[in-house]
């Protein structure tokens, strides 16, 4: 009785337990997620900014705009040309690859609303500030 009971249970453990690998490999689950995500790195995520909630825009020329993102980062918009629609504008937002999500580096488009409707202006790079380039810009001399 004792043996039929001993192979029993040792076929419910072995039964339960996981297959390995010959080799002795293990499965690497965060390499996998980063090899197959169709999401955006972490360290990427943090520079990307949501295009609809802007809590600040400076314009500085004609062709570089500042956007303050709503926590608070910096970002600098080169402008692919001159964007007139900017002038009478009520609300700003910008978009990236028909996305709301911009990161730096990649071309995006700001959305001009105006009282006469929405005018669309292209821009060539988007960066976000170092802490120091955003103090250096908050004590630039004003002419």
Known sequence: MKPLLFAAVAAATLSA?????????????AAQ???????????????CFNGQFISGVNRSGADTLYVQADKGAIYRLRLAGDCSALDAARKLTVRSNGSDIVCPGEAAQTVAWTPTGSRRCEVDDVHRLTAREATAL????RR
């Open 33 to 47: 997620a980063a090899a197959y995500s169709n999401t955006t790195p972490r360290d990427n995520a943090r520079q």
């Open 17 to 29: 337990v996981p297959a390995l690998a010959d080799n002795g490999q293990r499965f690497d689950y």
């Open 138 to 141: 908050s004590t630039a001399v």
